[in-house]
Each structure stands twice: as C-alpha cells, then as structure tokens.
C-alpha cells in the first residue's frame, strides 16, 4: 500500500517568515494530493489539494509543488502569521482507489 | 447543514467493555470513513465504505466492526476494547469521486482503562 513521509516533525518560524513542509510518498499510481490543516483540540480541514496533473497551485499565501518523478510534494507558506500555527498533514490517494493515506504530521509554531 | 456529526466527544471504557461511536453526515457523501490519531502516527485509516451495504477494512482495522445500513449514518464498534485503542477518532465523508476531500466530524476522544 502507499507509505507517506513527512518532515519535518515540528518547524518554529518567526511571524514573516516563509514555511516549508515536505512529503514523500512510495505508490506511483497515487494521483491526487492534499493537505489538511488541524488547529490546536479541532478536526482536521482541507486547504489545499493538487493533482499529478499539475506542478504547482498556488491560494493567496499558500502553494503546493509537485514532482512526481521524484515523488515528492511540499507546502509553502508565505508571510506566516500566529493563525498559521497548527499541525498539517499531506497525503495521498491513488487513483481508483478509496484510501487517503496520510503522513504524520507537521506541528507549525509561528512566533510573533 | 450541520456537515459531520460524532457522539459521543469523549469516552472512557473498561478493558473489556463495548461501545459505538456514532458518526452522521447530512452531505448526501457516498464516502463515508473512519481514522484514529495517535500523536506522532497521523490519522490512520480503519475503515470506509463507498454506499450503503458497502464496507472495507483500511488500514488498521483489527478489533473493530462498521456497518452501512444508510447513506447518512456510519457506526464504528469496539467489540472488546483494549488500551490500545486509547486515542481520538475521526468520522470523515466526502463525495465518491473526491475522496481526498475529506469532511472531518469533531472527533471523540476514547480512553480504556
């Protein structure tokens, strides 16, 4: 089955300051790739997603780059704030199939 | 809409002792799943189903039963619960063919003692 890795574990960051987050994963036929975002005792909700079809998508301060040759994907954010303080996790889904596999997240630390 | 709703929010259990979590959306999403959370592990995957009468296991589905008797409603059961089990879960759903957009409900925290 797909296997997702995720690094690093946890990142601190001054308010300003760009983040980077990055995932592998090992199935060559997973497709589609989001990111889901879980502020601190809420659920996880999705902010952005990229398919294999694209190499980049970007939404206002956030953006997501994909190479899937290498297979891996990350996440940038820009301008980081205190709000962006939270775990994310990327994942992946092959297509035709009905299984998200996820990484093990990210805890985001902005300092103001 | 009140998207994807879970019961109970916590829980605490007996080694040995049964329960359901109750998880329902309200999103007409054929996609219907269950994660647990365990802190250093992600959400892992226990098990889906795509419609009504339709189940799989995912990826950590020992000692537990789901069933789908509805599009709306999607039970997880703890047969016997073990300390393992200890951790919070996620009801998720989305629609079938967007599967990696998923819905997530609040999710419950379960104890076993």
């Known amino acids: 089955g797909e296997n997702v890795e995720q690094h690093p574990s946890t990142l601190s960051v001054q308010e300003g300051d760009s983040a980077v987050i990055k995932c592998t994963y090992s199935d060559s036929a997973s497709n589609y790739f989001p990111w889901y975002k879980q502020e601190l005792g809420k659920r996880p909700q999705l902010i952005i997603d990229i398919r294999s079809n694209v190499g980049e998508k970007k939404d206002q301060r956030i953006a997501v780059t994909l190479n899937k040759t290498a297979k891996h994907f990350s996440l940038h954010i820009t301008e980081t704030q205190p709000e962006d303080s939270a775990v994310y996790f990327c994942?992946?889904?092959?297509?035709?199939?009905?299984?998200?596999?996820f990484g093990t997240g990210t805890k985001l630390q902005v300092i103001p | 809409n009140a998207g994807v709703t879970q019961t109970p929010k916590f829980q605490v259990l007996k080694t040995g002792q049964s329960m359901t979590l109750q998880c329902a959306q309200d999103m007409n999403h054929e996609y219907m799943s269950w994660y647990r959370q365990d802190p250093g592990m992600g959400l892992r995957l226990i098990h889906y189903?795509?419609?009504?009468?339709?189940?799989d296991q995912g990826e950590v589905p020992n000692g537990y039963n789901v069933s789908r008797s509805t599009t709306e409603d999607f039970p997880l059961r703890l047969l016997s619960a073990a300390p393992s089990q200890t951790s919070v879960y996620f009801c998720?759903?989305?629609?079938?063919?967007?599967?990696?957009?998923?819905?997530f409900g609040s999710g419950t925290q379960l104890s076993v003692l």
């Open positions: 994942a992946a889904r092959p297509g035709g199939y009905q299984k998200v596999t």
């Open positions: 189903s795509v419609g009504a009468g339709i189940t």
């Open positions: 998720a759903s989305s629609h079938r063919g967007l599967v990696e957009k998923l819905f």
